[in-house]
């Protein structure tokens, strides 16, 4: 059973900037794409960023494109989501998922999901 933990979340400016993990445990996450998932109080669950288990391709949603980057370090079972000159729309608790198919991440059908970090940008 894999196991997904987020961290490193927390109150930033606007402008600022975070990176969030996403440690995984109970399996080598090299065999699963993962994506990180954002859903703000009254919204709905946005996609924000994929990454396949191999780390050779990532995608972005529109709204995050050229601030966010994805990666991943498979020898520590982690994944990273770099956030920069965040925004206060980007406020929202941010989750990571995993599935071995990353069609299956990116439809949002994950079965292994971690528990979010709260991400807030002040204005």
């Known amino acids: 059973q894999l196991h997904l933990v987020e961290s490193g979340g927390g109150l930033v400016e606007s402008g600022g900037s975070l990176r969030l993990s996403c440690a995984a445990s109970?399996?080598?996450?090299?065999?699963?794409?993962i994506g990180w998932f954002r859903q703000a109080p009254g919204k709905e669950r946005e996609g924000v960023s994929y990454i396949t288990g191999n780390g050779e391709t990532t995608h972005y949603a529109d709204s995050v494109k050229g601030r966010f980057t994805i990666s991943r370090d498979n020898t520590k079972n982690t994944v990273y989501l770099r956030m920069n000159s965040l925004k206060p729309e980007d406020t929202a608790v941010y989750y990571c998922?995993?599935?071995?198919?990353?069609?299956?991440?990116?439809?949002?059908?994950?079965?292994?999901w971690g528990q979010g970090t709260q991400v807030t940008v002040s204005s």
């Open positions: 109970g399996f080598p996450l090299s065999y699963y794409a």
């Open positions: 998922a995993a599935d071995r198919q990353l069609s299956t991440v990116i439809g949002g059908l994950s079965d292994f």
